[in-house]
């Protein structure tokens, strides 16, 4: 389960990435960010995302045409 959410659908890079950066400053380190999003480019940005910042992706699933990705804030 996740500790905070944030809808990207209907974003297209770069935006879901940039939400998501906005989002984590309001989330405390070792909550998670669960993040929806249908940008097909987003799987790699998220991953990308992660490994440049330290943030631990927890998960990565599709469902349909839609993405989501929950990560650890560290």
Not at 6 to 33: S, T, Y
Request: aromatic share 6%; proline share 5%; charged share 25%.
């Amino acid at each position: 389960m996740a500790d905070h959410v944030l809808d990207a659908r209907g974003l297209n890079c770069p935006l879901p990435i940039l939400r998501a950066k906005k989002a984590l400053k309001d989330v405390p380190q070792g909550e998670v960010l669960e993040i929806t999003a249908t940008d097909p480019g987003a799987v790699a940005d998220f991953q990308a995302f992660c490994r440049s910042t330290g943030n631990e992706l927890l998960e990565s699933t599709v469902n349909g045409k839609e993405f989501r990705f929950r990560i650890r804030h560290v």
